[in-house]
């Protein structure tokens, strides 16, 4: 079993930045991808960036040059830094977790409101 545990939402204005974080815990020997995946009201869950095990990197044409995302491996945790964030941002975020021994894992999700 895996639990994840976000933190980072809330509200900010339209350039502003917001950092989250989701911190993985449970029986899993390696990670073979963390990520973050936002909905927002009315559309689907969509990817926003990932992290492989390998540390490669992969964004949403959206918020290319806007958002990074980071790993930690010590604490098993991945970041999401966003930076010139836009009223289209405002969503639920989601971590997920794919370790190779255990099925995947999500997180309760965080929100993003980007407003003035």
């Known amino acids: 079993q895996v639990q994840l545990v976000e933190s980072g939402g809330g509200l900010v204005q339209p350039g502003g930045s917001l950092r989250l974080s989701c911190a993985a815990s449970?029986?899993?020997?390696?990670?073979?991808?963390m990520g973050w995946y936002r909905q927002a009201p009315g559309k689907q869950r969509e990817l926003v960036a990932g992290?492989?095990?390998?540390?490669?990197?992969n964004y949403a044409d959206s918020v290319k040059g806007r958002f990074t995302i980071s790993r930690d491996n010590a604490k098993n945790t991945v970041y999401l830094q966003m930076n010139n964030l836009k009223p289209e941002d405002t969503a639920v975020y989601y971590c997920?977790?794919?370790?190779?021994?255990?099925?995947?894992?999500w997180g309760q999700g965080t929100l993003v409101t980007v407003s003035s």
């Open positions: 997920n977790l794919r370790p190779y021994n255990l099925p995947e894992a």
């Open positions: 449970g029986r899993f020997f390696s990670i073979r991808f």
């Open positions: 992290i492989t095990g390998g540390g490669f990197t």
